[in-house]
């Protein structure tokens, strides 16, 4: 398939640009987990890859939860009393607590302060706060504006709606070959927060876009989705669909200078795991693979034990550990188009080995097949050939159909794309056989056992299929 060599041939300033650009355009709404803000988003992002808009009402029971009142906001501030917008949510939406309710009053500032939140260790930055499941209202602002805020009377007005709405989030489903899903989900309920939110938002409507114009092995959903809420509602309505997800990606913090993290699967051994982790290791520079845990983003629904889906999370900073996380800080400055290009490179980069990662059966298993009379052996080989050599010494060694390329790419050492393209090589000159996902599943040998042993961060991928 090669998505990531057909990247890797575009022009890479235009992408980053074109990736930046399109975070740009989605940075001012004010969006929350209901209501207009995430409903325009969504239409944003639907003008350039098909996708599918849900609704669920008010109130509707999904497994422990209920969607909640829908918000929406029109405007809000704090005035002097000199008539001056001292807090303003027309210049900053991050400026309101966002699902505050209505609230309209002339008060002292003792009596607002209790309201008002800031962050004194960096007093020139907003803070990103919420009040979604208790309805409570709040701005906030700067240290440096709350510091210069006098003692006297203060008109305060939030004109915004908590009624009875819906739960919007978009789908995007790319059919394969196969009815077996590789799922990429990302949160599209945070206001103007360009790491947070926009980078991952940006990335994957790229990202399915070029998917959108290949033939696949896998299908491919794209969820766009508000926090916590989104994915425990989609999950709930969509339990036979969720059975079909054979690797999974949740997409978040991925434009920043940071070098690349990956958080594994509840499984720790899925797939996706070794993938991720072999891709990273690929193509960027140290990077981090970290352990699940049930805190962070929509990985941990999917991880819950009663789906126990294969998803992991990919970020650059890892949330909460960045001074911008979650304030002013985290604009459009923040995140830089060749970053946003590198994390479009890692995903397509992992798309590719999903899609490559077959499993095969040598059809020559009594000694060596002589390569020679085949022309796939030279011994007055370079380098380079030594190496071709020796990715299809050692694909003839382990496709015992228990064993996949990216089981042999963890036994080896070897790339993932040198032993993917020994396969084809292999398998064009009969020497090999693909083995079908019922003979995999079925598979007991005592190697396939073996190579779980072998893989740092992932077992042997028939586990998971």
Known sequence: MALLKDISELDGVKLGQDLHGFAAELYPICRSITGDGIRQTLAMIQSRIPLEITEIPTGTQVFDWNVPKEWNIRDAFIKSPAGERVVDFQKHNLHVVNYSAPVHATMPLSELKPHLFTIPEHPDWV???????????????????LMALEDSEYEVCIDSELGEGHLTYGECYLPGRSTDEVLFSCHVCHPSLANDNLSGLSVATFLAGLLSRRDLRYSYRFLFIPGTIGPIAWLARNREAANHVRHGLV?????????????????????????????LTQLTESPEILE???????????????????VGCLMRSVWGTFPQYHTSADNLDFIQPQQLTGALRVCAGIVDVLEENLTYRNLNPYCEPQLGRRGLYSPAGSGDLDAEINARLWVLNLSDGGHSLLDITERSGVAFSLISEAAALLLAAGLLSPVTEDEEENHSGTVAREIATQCPVAASSGIDR
């Open 127 to 145: 803070p990103y706060r919420t009040s979604y499941y208790k309805e409570d209202w709040g701005f906030c602002l700067s240290h440096n504006q």
């Open 251 to 279: 997409l978040t913090c991925i434009g920043d200078s940071s070098g690349f993290h990956y958080k594994k699967s509840r499984r720790g051994n899925a797939e996706i795991d070794c993938a991720a982790a072999h891709v």
């Open 292 to 310: 699940f845990t049930p805190y962070g983003y929509e990985e941990r629904q999917f991880c819950s034990p009663g789906f126990n889906l294969p």
